[in-house]
């Protein structure tokens, strides 16, 4: 049956919609303005039956989304209010269908409104139930407060896009538009969402007044078909276009010929007026097949920008970046330095990669207590570092290597030069050559600058001696091994 807050219907009624209000405010300081109005500002309180709290959203989508992602928290959050409920169970309102409360969190006293006045407020929102808040953030996706210019590690790599995004991002309101559109384009997790992130933050902080709109491509088609089912097309449209920066990341997921078109005409009108606008795809324009040959002609004749592979000082400076920030947590927090070298070596798909094996690190170490090493990150890893195959290692590979590591050139190290800054990663390279290849001890001095064998014996005798009596050494080599093995 239902629960009752008061005796009478009526103050039941109010009674569930006065904790429901209280659970707004909750949602809203959990997760921020831009999360609760994205996602959660048109969740109803309906009913609560056999500890069981029934909700409403207008769409599948939003139900769909509300369960994936928050629903855990919803229950936390609603059990402060309504500490009997068990579980909460969302449901789709039938099109048309009144709500039974608008919930405003600023209001706690808000009262049940009569349909004209539901109406009424729906106007005041904008046509199209858009919010029309200074800053545009009410159909806009989700911010990620981490996703900052301090936050990301710029490099060779994606020096240009970076350049650019923070250009935009400077370039006042009233101030000539640099370049327009602004097309990153590149693989996944590779930094164009963090640049999409940081501009709008950016000019939210330093120009609270501008209408920033940050979405995804997935959610302009929301909004297009919502707007098109409610026949509220003509709010869809201006409010669209009252946009002073328009941010749409994803492109290439833009499906749709009528959503196609309205999106071309919404891009025409933002640009022939002066206002931002700033795409990201995985794609240059010209491979984006799925759009017409008018639209792939106006993104590309703005500045088109292509953000690289990462090399790998850019993937140790992000390492570095992101354990620094786990070290905000976890002040005891120690990854040894070969390690992150070890994992900038072997992790070179993306970024998002990168910080992904790290957090992995990271989580071990806070729930197992584990000491970082080499072996360590490798087995935890084992699914994202690329092998090399069985045999196929080569001396050149291991002369780069060991270059590297020591900061020591290919010259120097076939050179007759005995420093012994030269010396050791010398003998370190004799050694890992006869380790992991095939090759005779000849062939390994001829490779290592017309050498006899005895001198190669001597450099893997002196370095398996060493290898008992200097840690520092048995980690330099166990983190070279790890590098040419995996």
Same mark, same amino acid.
């Given at each position: ?148 210019? @301090? ?98 990341? @994803? ?54 920008? @292509? ?180």
């Amino acid at each position: 049956m239902r629960a009752t807050a008061v005796a009478d219907d009526g103050g039941q009624e109010k009674g569930l919609d006065a904790a429901w209000n209280k659970v707004a405010q909750r949602m809203r300081a959990e997760f921020g303005d831009d999360i609760y109005s994205s996602w959660f500002a048109r969740m109803e309180i309906a009913d609560v039956i056999d500890e069981i709290l029934i909700v409403s959203v207008p769409t599948r989508f939003l139900r769909t989304w509300i369960n994936a992602h928050y629903i855990d928290r919803v229950i936390a959050l609603s059990r402060k209010e309504l500490p009997k409920i068990k579980r909460i169970d969302i449901r789709v309102r039938p099109r048309g269908e009144p709500v039974a409360q608008k919930c405003d969190p600023q209001d706690p006293q808000a009262q049940v409104k009569s349909p004209l006045v539901r109406n009424q407020s729906a106007v005041q929102r904008g046509s199209g139930g858009f919010a029309t808040t200074g800053t545009g953030d009410g159909q806009g996706s989700p911010l990620d407060h981490n996703m900052t210019f @301090d936050g990301f590690v710029a490099g060779p790599s994606n020096e240009l896009a970076f350049a650019a995004a923070k250009r935009i991002s400077d370039t006042r309101a009233d101030a000539p538009i640099p370049f327009n559109p602004l097309y990153i384009h590149s693989k996944a997790g590779m930094g164009k969402t963090h640049l999409l992130h940081a501009i709008s933050w950016h000019i939210k902080k330093n120009e609270p007044q501008r209408k920033v709109l940050y979405l995804t491509a997935e959610r302009f088609m929301y909004h297009f078909v919502l707007a098109l089912n409610s026949k509220e097309m003509l709010g869809f449209k201006d409010h669209f276009r009252a946009i002073d920066v328009l941010l749409i990341d @994803d492109l290439q997921f833009l499906q749709g010929k009528f959503i196609q078109q309205e999106f071309y005409h919404t891009f025409n009108s933002l640009v022939d007026n002066n206002r931002q606008v700033v795409v990201a795809a995985d794609m240059p324009p010209s491979e984006l097949d799925s759009l017409d040959a008018r639209m792939r002609s106006r993104l590309a004749g703005g500045l088109v920008v @292509d953000i690289g592979p990462t090399d790998f000082d850019l993937r140790v400076g992000i390492l570095n970046a992101r354990l620094a920030e786990a070290k905000k947590r976890y002040p005891n927090l120690t990854v040894p330095t070969e390690v992150i070298e070890y994992i900038a070596h072997r992790v070179t798909r993306s970024g998002r990669e990168l910080e992904g094996a790290l957090t992995r690190l990271v989580a071990n170490y806070e729930l197992v207590e584990s000491v970082m090493s080499v072996d360590l990150a490798g087995r935890i890893l084992k699914d994202l570092i690329k092998s090399s195959p069985q045999g196929r290692i080569r001396i050149d590979d291991i002369l780069r290597s060991v270059g590297k590591h020591y900061n020591v050139t290919r010259a120097d190290l076939l050179s007759p030069r005995r420093a012994r800054s030269i010396v050791r990663p010398r003998q370190v390279g004799m050694y890992l050559a006869k380790q992991l290849t095939s090759r005779s001890l000849p062939e390994i001095g001829r490779r290592f600058g017309g050498r006899d064998h005895t001198t190669v014996l001597h450099a893997v005798r002196k370095i398996e001696e060493l290898l008992q009596l200097d840690d520092k050494l048995a980690r330099d080599v166990e983190f070279l091994r790890g590098i040419l093995e995996q």
